[in-house]
């Protein structure tokens, strides 16, 4: 028997009842009747925790069992789905394994599932909507970041001479290329690849090189970032990483809104520490080909970092490699082409 609170069938007021018999012969014995009445049950809640679990008769009638009523042993409900969920949640063991499963399962999706999905999602993309993103890129950052360039038209065309010198000894595996200056402003000494085969270079950054080899090395690596569709796949990862958190936290579309919307804008400023290897290897290649010093943007990047104040060491964290290990892997790879074409000419 169970102990409890009925409603009469269109009415919200509670009286004392109780409960007995069992599946397919209740009884209901309210306090306010002498006899108790047979009722047809129709319906019993879903066991939430703190919330009591209601019985809805055929007449419309509700009864409310106390939080500590079992009622799924009371009707023999011991094997339904609601009650053997409600037995694992008690299990403090099975919650904690479920938990950590979780916790793998999500970290496998952002750190494998989420970069491989971005990889296909960019090698896919119409070459229509890549040049929009570019476009809508470059305007973005020129109203927030950047400003008309400053530099004199001769060392302009000099700039320009360079970047088609070097465009021409790019693969053709992607967009056309093309040479943006602007005067950095906030982000000062940098350059950065857009979607769609724009590259751009700060003012800061020029005067900073101390030779235009230095200045080759970087435009290299900015065309990797491109040929490798690396803006691409980093605003696809955004995509991917915001619709996990809206999934997870359970309201995905605003958030959604507001990556499509600033992605593309904010995304391609950074890398991962894969793709600056990546670019940093391509810069290598290209520049060999071009006959030009693959090592001399490697020298840049040194004053580039002293001047933010930062360390050429890699840290544990870092989105980017170390300047020291940067420098490394690219004497190393400037060794292997040497070798690899000692032994061609054999």
């Known amino acids: 028997m169970i102990d409890g609170r009925y409603f009469p069938p269109g009415s919200s007021r509670a009286v004392a009842a109780s409960l007995a018999g069992g599946p397919g012969r209740l009884a209901l014995k309210r306090e306010d009747e002498p006899q108790a009445q047979a009722v047809v ?3 019993v809640s879903d066991p939430l925790a703190g919330v009591p679990r209601k019985l809805t008769f055929a007449d419309g009638g509700v009864f409310e069992a106390p939080l500590e009523a079992d009622v799924d042993g009371f009707l023999n409900m011991g094997g339904s789905f609601f009650a053997r969920l409600t037995r694992l949640e008690a299990n403090l063991g099975l919650v904690a394994a479920a ?3 979780t916790i793998g399962l999500v970290f496998a999706i952002y750190r494998f599932g989420i970069p491989l999905l971005a990889s296909g999602a960019a090698a896919i993309t ?9 476009r809508g890129t470059l305007e973005t950052v020129d109203r927030v970041v950047f400003s008309p360039s ?3 038209e001769g060392r302009k065309q000099e700039l320009q001479a360079m970047f088609d010198e070097l465009a ?4 053709d595996a992607g967009p056309a290329l093309k040479l943006q200056l ?3 402003g906030a982000i000062g000494a940098n350059a950065l690849a857009l979607p769609g085969g724009t590259i751009v270079v700060t003012d800061e950054l020029v005067a900073l090189a101390a030779s235009d080899d230095e200045i080759a090395g970087v435009i290299a690596h900015e065309i990797g970032h491109v040929r490798e569709r690396h803006s691409l796949q980093q605003i696809y990862r955004v995509l991917g990483i915001g619709f996990m958190v809206g ?5 995905a579309s605003q958030l959604v809104d507001d990556v499509v919307t600033q992605a593309s804008a904010l995304q391609t400023l950074v890398y991962s520490r894969e793709f600056e290897t990546h670019a940093d290897l391509y810069s290598v290649a290209l520049m060999a080909r071009a006959g030009r010093d693959p090592l001399a943007f490697v020298d840049l990047l040194d004053r580039i970092v002293r001047a933010a104040g930062g360390s050429d060491e890699t840290g544990w964290l870092a989105t980017h490699p170390g300047t020291r290990d940067r420098r490394e892997a690219v004497r190393k790879r400037v060794k292997e082409l040497g070798e690899a074409g000692e032994t061609a000419r054999n």
Not at 127 to 134: G, L, Q
Not at 247 to 251: K, V
């Open 41 to 43: 049950l129709m319906s």
């Open 150 to 152: 400053e530099l004199d």
């Open 182 to 184: 602007r005067r950095g």
């Open 99 to 101: 938990a950590v499963v």
């Open 247 to 251: 999934l997870i936290g359970g309201d």
């Open 126 to 134: 119409p070459p229509p909507i890549v040049a929009a993103m570019d």
């Open 168 to 171: 021409g000894f790019a693969d």
